[in-house]
């Protein structure tokens, strides 16, 4: 099955300053790419999500971009907020799967710091 | 307004005690999820259905069960067969399991052995 590695796992940040989170997959049949933002005690939320057949995506502060032959994505948050401090999933679904399961990775502990 | 609702929030079980955790949707979604998630390990997926009355083990079935009886429930049973129960578990559905889109996401369950 897909395989999804996400760096790091911790993120501390100054409120203002961007933030990277960068995730990789194995399997060169996904297509879809969803990042999920969990808060506290709560379940993930989706903020933006990327098909394959697009490099970059942005809505407002947030953007990901997609490299299909590094089989690599990432998600970019600029001019961030204490109010960004969460734990972000990536994920990735393989094209075709009836299943439509989601591989997500491990989860980065974003802080950012007033 | 329409989501998913998970009981009991707070859940504290002595060993050897099965324990069920309740998931309902009112979205109308043919399939769900149930993840667990410990802390660094991300989100593994116990089990799912696409449809009523359907359902396959996920990567850590082992000690768990579920059923699916009514499309907007999909309950999981603890069995006293799970080795290291203490977790949060996230029940989650989108409308057609093969199709990309949003995860719609509980707000979860924390079970406590003592």
């Known amino acids: 099955g897909e395989n999804v590695e996400q760096h790091p796992s911790t993120l501390s940040v100054q409120e203002g300053d961007s933030a990277v989170i960068k995730c990789t997959y194995s399997d060169s049949a996904s297509n879809y790419f969803p990042w999920y933002k969990q808060e506290l005690g709560k379940g993930p939320q989706l903020i933006i999500d990327i098909r394959s057949n697009v490099g970059e995506k942005k809505d407002q502060r947030i953007a990901v971009t997609l490299n299909k032959t590094a089989k690599h994505f990432s998600l970019h948050i600029t001019e961030t907020q204490p109010e960004d401090s969460a734990v972000y999933f990536c994920?990735?679904?393989?094209?075709?799967?009836?299943?439509?399961?989601?591989?997500f990775g491990r989860g980065t502990q974003l802080t950012v710091w007033p | 307004d329409g989501g998913i609702t998970q009981s009991p929030k707070y859940l504290f079980r002595k060993e050897g005690q099965n324990v069920t955790l309740s998931c309902e949707q009112n979205l109308n979604h043919d399939a769900m999820y149930w993840y667990r998630q410990d802390p660094g390990q991300g989100l593994r997926l116990i089990y799912y259905?696409?449809?009523?009355?359907?359902?396959q083990k996920g990567d850590i079935a082992e000690g768990y069960s579920v059923s699916r009886e009514k499309k907007e429930s999909f309950p999981l049973t603890v069995t006293s067969a799970q080795k290291n129960p203490t977790a949060f578990y996230l029940c989650?559905?989108?409308?057609?399991?093969?199709?990309?889109?949003?995860?719609?996401f509980g707000e979860g369950s924390r079970l406590t052995v003592l």
């Open positions: 994920a990735a679904m393989t094209r075709g799967s009836t299943l439509g399961r989601l591989y």
């Open positions: 259905s696409q449809i009523v009355n359907d359902f």
């Open positions: 989650a559905s989108k409308p057609l399991a093969g199709a990309t889109g949003e995860l719609f």
